[in-house]
């Protein structure tokens, strides 16, 4: 099946913080390590995540680079 990705950077991390609760994404952080899992909950410093491997994992907000949603074509 085909998939879009959709990519927030900086400022928009932040400002769609509650909209990513929720859902799976991947996390980029600065220094180059990658988080894939789902977004359990957010507060003003940064983001919980779950991974598959039911690890949980705190992301602060100053150390991610770039989060990416992917999204399943519709048809």
Not at 45 to 64: T, V
Request: glycine share 12%; aromatic share 10%; charged share 25%.
């Amino acid at each position: 099946m085909r998939k879009g990705t959709k990519r927030y950077y900086g400022q928009m991390i932040t400002s769609n913080k509650a909209s990513f609760v929720g859902k799976e994404l991947d996390v980029i952080m600065k220094n180059g390590q990658s988080y894939h899992g789902i977004i359990k909950g957010t507060n003003e410093n940064g983001f919980q995540m779950k991974d598959g491997l039911n690890g949980k994992h705190e992301l602060s907000f100053s150390d991610i680079d770039e989060i990416i949603e992917v999204i399943p074509a519709k048809y």
